[in-house]
């Protein structure tokens, strides 16, 4: 981001700078969910990453769709924060040896990304609708959908069943 930071004069220069970042964060995480799979060992929380991974690779898609829609290059600039978030999670799971300790590890990372992306879609939507781009918006408004119940199934597994496992 930072050699370009010049490059955003405008409120619309923002949006485009901001989907070019989360387009980049969601092509991250459609490598990321299936390495996450495959490290957790309970059934749900497993299933709820693969599910989430078919949802990214659609998330990917609406990007595209907005912007060609706002008549912008499809394109991605590099994200630093979600390479951290996916770093982070990397070393922390990597050091896990208990299985219960993971999976808890695991939603502790995957819900460091979707509260990321949460930000990052609300301050779009609220941008595309001020500039008049309602249209945007509403492509926008369903990932957020998806990214809000994605964090809310991890909170409920967590707190329903893996926390208390990892704890005994
Ligand atoms: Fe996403
Ligand atoms: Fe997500």
Redesign the pocket.
């Known amino acids: 981001m930072g050699l370009f930071t010049r490059d955003i004069k405008t409120m619309n220069d923002l949006f485009i700078h901001q989907l070019q970042d989360i387009y980049y964060a969601?092509q991250q995480?459609v490598k990321a969910l299936p390495k996450m799979a495959d490290k957790a060992s309970d059934k749900q929380l497993k299933q709820d990453f693969l599910t989430?991974l078919d949802?990214?690779k659609v998330?990917v898609q609406r990007l595209e769709q907005v912007f060609q829609m706002h008549g912008a290059q499809v394109k991605a600039v590099d994200c630093p924060a979600i390479d951290g978030i996916i770093e982070e999670a990397d070393e922390v799971t990597g050091e896990v040896a208990d299985k219960a300790v993971l999976d808890a590890a695991l939603i502790n990372a995957a819900q460091a990304?979707?509260h990321y992306?949460i930000a990052r879609y609300g301050s779009l939507i609220a941008w595309a609708r001020q500039l008049g781009r309602t249209d945007c918006a509403s492509i926008l408004q369903k990932t957020l959908d998806?990214?809000k119940k994605?964090d809310q199934k991890l909170t409920s597994l967590a707190e329903g069943k893996v926390n208390l496992r990892a704890a005994s």
């Open positions: 969601e995480l989430h949802e990214t998330h990304a979707e992306e998806e990214e994605c």
